[in-house]
């Protein structure tokens, strides 16, 4: 009998911290859960109208997407990535739902390789597990070398977990050495509307990829830009012949986006003042729980962008762990993102205002 598919994926990351989470929670004045970025603010009314209208919805959406979501996603891409030419879009049921099966769609298997960045995303690595392939945590293209394997090639900026935002130039090259080898590039953009310090650029972005996208996507979510996560409503764009085979293989699959959501995904595209409303509340949160951190002795480490500040005590993340539960603060121990995380934790800033203020009190005590 062969082993179950479950065997060859790690441990479930949230599933690792549950006993530090407990312990936490013990805290007489309550939990403050800075562990897993999911939103905590109301979804926008322009968007939840939106779905409410659509609800009367009994036919099957297309995978493809409505008319007027295609058009939306294709606008949003001209103007928030800098793309001017020819892109595919595709709507998708979530981000994590893609990254952990697009190795798979796209055909890459045993005997072929996957580059991770040495610190990500967890589900890249599950991503690539499903498809049996092999996972190379890289950090930059010389530690790939020439293994002819590389069938894709992950890059994430802004970065979960670090904040590191990835330079024009970067970019450049990493695109040219994988048309070299004949292999995808695809650029983990969930975070791309949220610089601080240094601003993000699109892999699609016109000083990138200068209109050409052959054997380039990103990946865009509205989870964090529209508190809406618990809508599932994620795009890839890019290459038109990839996105092409990408949509005949989710047709087959039943890989589809509700109608109900693709008509609250139009609206959430098309308006940009609840994009600045939530921005705002986080570069608040940001800006009160960095000074807090520096109060309590951590450094922060990149977290030029994004979501997330990632910080160190200087010791083993699982310590710095244990030192925050007894205050009754839950953040994500750095290793969950590879051995390279190894003394630093993640905070994200999700929180509510009243949590993150609980938080900024209990590290100043």
């Keep these: 009998m062969r082993a179950p598919l479950s065997s060859a994926l790690p441990d479930f990351p949230w599933d690792v911290i549950a006993p530090v989470k407990s312990a936490a929670a013990a805290h007489p004045d309550g939990l403050v859960d800075l562990s897993i970025g999911s939103p905590v603010d109301p979804v926008p009314d322009v968007i939840r109208s939106a779905l409410a209208a659509a609800s009367d919805s009994p036919h099957y959406p297309t995978t493809v997407g409505s008319a007027p979501l295609q058009a939306a996603i294709t606008a949003w891409i001209a103007r928030?990535?800098?793309?001017?030419?020819?892109?595919?879009?595709?709507?998708?049921?979530?981000?994590?739902?893609?990254?952990?099966?697009?190795?798979?769609?796209?055909?890459?298997?045993?005997?072929?390789?996957?580059a991770i960045p040495a610190i990500c995303y967890p589900t890249y690595e599950v991503g690539v597990k499903l498809a049996g392939a092999e996972v190379m945590r890289v950090d930059g293209l010389t530690s790939i070398g020439p293994d002819p394997s590389v069938r894709m090639v992950w890059v994430n900026s802004p970065s979960n977990p670090t904040g590191r935002v990835l330079p024009v130039e970067h970019l450049r090259k990493v695109v040219a050495w994988a048309r070299e080898r004949d292999a995808v590039v695809v650029s983990d953009e969930c975070y791309l509307t949220l610089g601080w310090e240094a601003q993000p650029v699109s892999l699609l972005s016109d000083e990138v990829c200068g209109g050409d996208y052959s054997g380039v996507l990103a990946l865009h979510s509205?989870?964090?830009?529209?508190?809406?996560?618990?809508?599932?409503?994620?795009?890839?764009?890019?290459?038109?012949?990839?996105?092409?085979?990408?949509?005949?293989v989710r047709k087959q699959a039943g890989m589809i986006v509700p109608a109900p959501v693709q008509a609250a995904m139009v609206a959430a595209l098309g308006d940009e003042e609840h994009v600045e409303i939530q921005r705002s509340r986080y570069a608040r949160r940001r800006a009160a729980l960095r000074e807090a951190l520096a109060t309590a002795k951590f450094t922060i480490d990149h977290s030029e962008a994004g979501l997330y500040l990632w910080a160190t005590r200087d010791e083993d993340c699982w310590a710095t762990l244990d030192w925050l539960a007894e205050r009754g603060i839950l953040a994500s121990p750095g290793a969950l993102y590879g051995p390279a995380g190894d003394r630093h934790?993640?905070?994200?800033?999700?929180?509510?205002?009243?949590?993150?203020?609980?938080?900024?009190?209990?590290?100043?005590?």
Excluded: H, M
Aim: proline content about 4%; charged content about 15%; overall charge positive.
């Design 80 to 114: 928030a990535c800098g793309a001017s030419g020819q892109v595919g879009v595709l709507p998708t049921i979530g981000s994590k739902e893609l990254v952990a099966w697009l190795p798979t769609l796209l055909g890459i298997g045993v005997g072929d390789a996957v």
């Design 222 to 248: 509205l989870s964090k830009r529209s508190n809406l996560a618990g809508y599932r409503a994620g795009t890839v764009s890019g290459d038109p012949a990839l996105i092409a085979e990408l949509l005949a």
């Design 345 to 365: 934790v993640r905070f994200a800033l999700t929180a509510s205002d009243e949590r993150v203020a609980a938080a900024v009190r209990r590290l100043a005590a």
